[in-house]
């Protein structure tokens, strides 16, 4: 099976940048469709970037211009964020779909793998 651990989280200010990693262990991985959610407290967990294996990608429109995804090596999917805001200030998971799969998912429902967890947090 697929599994995957998260790092690179941490506090930072308001505009600030940091990258998270998600390293993923298996062969299947590589056909596999990555994402990252994100879950603040009291909030239900919200989809941030979605990556196919075929290389498709998509953003939720609050990251979207601010934040890459993007497969880094053979095992690590990394979550460029930049301009970062209070807002960003989260618990990030990643998750994994597949295999073969060609579509997006922005559910969460969707994805059979997870991370978890690595806290980022955004001081003003």
């Known amino acids: 099976q697929v599994q995957a651990v998260e790092s690179g989280g941490g506090l930072v200010q308001t505009g600030d940048s940091l990258r998270l990693a998600c390293a993923a262990s298996g062969s299947a991985s590589r056909s596999y469709n990555m994402a990252w959610f994100r879950q603040a407290p009291g909030k239900e967990r919200e989809f941030v970037a979605a990556?196919?294996?075929?290389?498709?990608t998509h953003y939720a429109d609050s990251v979207k211009g601010r934040f890459t995804i993007s497969k880094d090596n053979a095992k690590n999917t990394g979550l460029q964020m930049n301009s970062l805001k209070p807002e960003d200030t989260a618990i990030y998971y990643c998750?994994?779909?597949?295999?073969?799969?060609?579509?997006?998912?922005?559910?969460?429902?969707?994805?059979?793998?997870w991370g978890q967890g690595d806290q980022v947090t955004v001081s003003s």
């Open positions: 998750a994994a779909r597949g295999p073969y799969l060609a579509d997006i998912s922005v559910s969460a429902d969707a994805y059979k793998h």
């Open positions: 990556l196919t294996w075929t290389g498709k």
